[in-house]
């Protein structure tokens, strides 16, 4: 089969007619030996050797015809039976190392377990590193080295030449659990280009491919790969990624990348969490997927050790560069679309949105019948308007114990006095309090006068300080009196109070019997006869002042002697000598 120059049997090894369109008896390799030097003579003489000037394929094609020629002692049936037995096994031995075709039926081919599930050669074959798979999933056939006498033309009697497929692409294939995407040029990796991954959950598939893996170099190698375009057609379906990869040799390797499927009740719980937020549906429409929709509780996107990686090369890297390309790959169709993560763990797009819809459906129609407004018991007009009893009023709930603080208020430039606000504030709430508790307000009464002296009198400290002072200007103003008589007015109502101010701002005339009873008192302390006027006793040197109540208490007033400038000084008592206790001895007074 070496020989450049092929010639007829020798005389010693005839050989007998064909039987049933098979070669003569003898051992197959002699019959196939025959075939293709009868083939090559046929080439020789047509001028189309492969691999061979045209002028010497004519010199050889002479020699070979007259090589050829059946000598005038054999006849010429002989040679010509030799001939249609060359071109029968031609044919056989066409038909028998051809490759699929995309005329082939895809189905009787995955009955015999041939090809895979994409239409190309199964994983028996690609392990099988035979010439005669050489052209598998569009590798180009190599040339024919020299000496090789197979046949390169088409069969000159008219057999069609096989179509090998060029791509494991087959689209026309793709379902609704099933979809390839064709090959792309080479991606990331030049200047300017993005990364293989631009969003979130393309970043956390990468981020599961390099953590799992166990050679940083390989996974170098891999984008390499995947940034060069080496990575044919992909195809997805549940649970398997799949693709050819080429490498450094001229043949493809068959990379394949599962990941296992959910469950029944993860799905359940997706669908749940997708259906409760509008927004969820709207992202998923809008190919993105939300955060909080792939933290719901379903492992949607892998993690370190999840993916596993199967590929026909003889590396054992885990993952080797081919299937660390085709991950590279992969989470780009998971940027652009991440349904393409819903069909890996196991449901289709329109499966998926058929079931959301149906469950939006039943929601909003539960919904509206829970808010649609239930039938009253209906009440007759003579009934309601008929004469009858109030229900008794509710218990009044109890009242906090006491008051709580207000806030602290800013102060502004220009604005109100915070402390003034705070004690505003606080004295709103204690008569709140006072009139949650007892039903009435202590200070509701009061005229303005009176009210402005109880809020002076609130105000904590003793002395006219600067703050004291602007109050007091302030409320003296509001109430149409001056700073000192509200100064008065205060340490009167300091004294005593209400009564006390009605003591410091009222003379009234007291009937008989305890006013007339305290002089004696007094003289008999061994004070000095007090001059009475109406409800008042001054003391003959006019500096000490005792004036009785409506309430029946004594009340001690002290003045420059010869000025009538009385100030409220010491506690109210029910006897004048103990009102005066207060203001110094008997001797001093």
């Not at 003569?24 to 047509?46: F, K, M």
Request: with cysteine.
């Amino acid at each position: 089969m070496a020989d450049d120059v092929v010639g007829p049997a020798p005389e010693s090894a005839p050989t007998a007619p064909p039987a049933e369109g098979r070669p003569g008896e003898g051992r197959p390799s002699d019959a196939a030996r025959q075939a293709l030097r009868a083939a090559r003579s046929e080439a020789l003489r047509a001028g189309t050797a492969p691999g061979m000037p045209r002028g010497r394929a004519r010199a050889r094609a002479t020699g070979a015809s007259a090589r050829t020629t059946p000598a005038p002692d054999r006849p010429g049936g002989e040679s010509t039976a030799r001939v249609e037995v060359a071109r029968e096994m031609r044919r056989f031995l066409t038909d028998a190392f051809r490759m699929p075709s995309w005329e082939d039926t895809p189905e009787e081919a995955d009955a015999t377990g041939t090809r895979d599930d994409t239409g190309t050669p199964g994983p028996g074959t690609d392990r099988d590193h035979t010439a005669a798979h050489d052209t598998d999933a569009g590798a180009p056939a190599p040339a024919p080295a020299r000496g090789d006498h197979r046949p390169a033309d088409p069969d000159p009697v008219g057999a069609a030449a096989p179509r090998v497929p060029t791509t494991m692409a087959t689209p026309h294939r793709d379902s609704e659990l099933r979809r390839t995407f064709p090959a792309s040029g080479p991606g990331p990796g030049s200047a300017g280009a993005p990364e293989f991954a631009e969003t979130w959950w393309g970043n956390a598939w990468i981020e599961a491919l390099e953590r799992g893996a166990l050679d940083p170099k390989r996974l170098a190698r891999g984008r390499g790969y995947a940034e060069q375009g080496n990575v044919d057609a992909i195809t997805v379906t549940p649970g398997t990624v799949l693709a050819y990869v080429r490498g450094s040799r001229p043949r493809p390797y068959r990379v394949q990348v599962r990941l296992r499927t959910l469950e029944d009740h993860d799905w359940e719980r997706f669908l749940d969490a997708a259906a409760d937020r509008p927004g969820h549906i709207a992202a998923l429409l809008d190919k993105e997927l939300p955060q909080s929709l792939a933290d719901c509780g379903v492992p949607l996107l892998p993690g370190p050790g999840d993916l596993a990686p199967h590929c026909s090369c003889p590396d054992s890297g885990h993952p080797c560069k081919h299937a660390a390309a085709l991950c590279y790959r992969t989470a780009r169709l998971l940027d652009a679309d991440p349904f393409v993560l819903l069909l890996l763990r196991g449901r289709g797009e329109r499966e998926l949105l058929d079931a959301l819809s149906r469950r939006s459906a039943a929601r909003a129609a539960r919904a509206a019948q829970e808010g649609s407004p239930r039938s009253l018991p209906g009440v007759r007009a003579t009934d309601a308007l008929a004469p009858g009893g109030r229900p008794p009023l509710p218990a009044p709930l109890p009242p906090v114990p006491h008051p709580e603080q207000p806030p602290v208020y800013p102060a502004a430039p220009g604005g109100p006095d915070p402390f003034a606000l705070d004690q505003l504030a606080t004295d709103a709430a204690a008569r709140a309090h006072a009139l949650l508790a007892t039903g009435r307000d202590p200070v509701g009464e009061l005229t303005l006068w009176e009210d402005a002296v109880r809020l002076a009198a609130a105000r904590p400290g003793s002395g006219l300080t600067a703050t004291s002072r602007a109050l007091y200007a302030t409320l003296a103003e509001a109430t149409g009196r001056t700073p000192a008589d509200l100064a008065r007015a205060v340490a009167a109502w300091r004294q005593g109070g209400l009564a006390g101010l009605a003591v410091l701002d009222e003379p009234w005339d007291p009937p008989a019997g305890r006013f007339d009873r305290a002089r004696p008192l007094l003289l008999a302390a061994d004070l000095p006869a007090f001059r009475p006027w109406r409800n008042r006793l001054t003391h003959p040197q006019g500096h000490v002042q005792l004036r009785l109540g409506r309430d029946g208490l004594w009340y001690a007033y002290e003045s420059e002697p010869g000025r009538d400038d009385w100030w409220p000084r010491g506690t109210p008592d029910l006897d004048p000598v103990g009102a005066l206790t207060g203001l110094g001895t008997p001797d001093d007074l």
